[in-house]
Nanobody, 127 residues
């Protein structure tokens, strides 16, 4: 059982930046690909960003490309989401998720491929 705990959310003005962190309890964290998702009120949870187990490949949803950066530190069992140039439409609860995958090329964007989820952290961007 992998426990994921997100942190770093908050209230920020449009154009500002936030960095989210997701700490994993599992010592085999490096065997998991990681993803970030978000869910706005009244909307379905949507994919935001993905990183392979090694950190060698990343992938982003179109609306965040060039603004968000996903990274990981396997020595610290932590994945990050650096969010720049934030917009009001980025307002949502952000969740990290872990998927068992040793692939260095497979990109996982669908929710049902993820095995573990964090509890979420609120990001609010004011206009």
């Amino acid at each position: 059982q992998v426990q994921l705990v997100e942190s770093g959310g908050g209230l920020v003005q449009a154009g500002g930046s936030l960095t989210l962190s997701c700490a994993a309890s599992e010592r085999t964290f490096s065997s998991y690909a990681m993803g970030w998702f978000r869910q706005a009120p009244g909307k379905e949870r949507e994919f935001v960003a993905f990183i392979t187990w090694s950190g060698g490949r990343t992938y982003y949803e179109d609306s965040v490309k060039g603004r968000f950066t996903i990274s990981r530190d396997n020595a610290k069992n932590t994945v990050y989401l650096q969010m720049n140039s934030l917009k009001p439409e980025d307002t949502a609860v952000y969740y990290c998720a872990a998927a068992r995958s040793w692939s260095s090329t497979l990109i996982i964007t669908t929710r049902n491929r993820y095995d573990y989820w964090g509890q979420g952290t609120q990001v609010t961007v004011s206009s």
